[in-house]
Nanobody
Framework: QVQLVESGGGLVQAGGSLRLSCAASGRAFSAYAMAWFRQAPGLEREFVAHISRGGGNTYYEDSVKGRFTCSRDNAKNTLYLQMNSLKPEDTAVYYC???????????????WGQGTQVTVSS
């Protein structure tokens, strides 16, 4: 098993930046492909980004391409999401997730963090 704890959320003005972190503990972090999801009030949780076990492959939801960068440091057991040019519509609770399957983005991930709130003001 792996335990995931997100941090780095907060309040930022439109056009600003935030970097989210997801610290992993338990089984070897490099054994998991990782992802970021988000959920805005009243909406379903949606995929944001996915990164392969080694970090060589990344995938992004269309609305964040060119603005968000997903990366990982397997030596530090940490996943990151650098968010630039933030928009009010990026406001949501952001979750990191882990899967043992290394075949790209999935609808279901086995492990989830508790989430961190990101609020973008206009």
């Amino acid at each position: 098993q792996v335990q995931l704890v997100e941090s780095g959320g907060g309040l930022v003005q439109a056009g600003g930046s935030l970097r989210l972190s997801c610290a992993a503990s338990g089984r070897a972090f490099s054994a998991y492909a990782m992802a970021w999801f988000r959920q805005a009030p009243g909406l379903e949780r949606e995929f944001v980004a996915h990164i392969s076990r080694g970090g060589g492959n990344t995938y992004y939801e269309d609305s964040v391409k060119g603005r968000f960068t997903c990366s990982r440091d397997n030596a530090k057991n940490t996943l990151y999401l650098q968010m630039n040019s933030l928009k009010p519509e990026d406001t949501a609770v952001y979750y990191c997730a882990a899967t043992v399957y290394n075949s790209g983005p999935r609808r279901d991930y086995e492990y989830w963090g508790q989430g961190t709130q990101v609020t973008v003001s206009s």
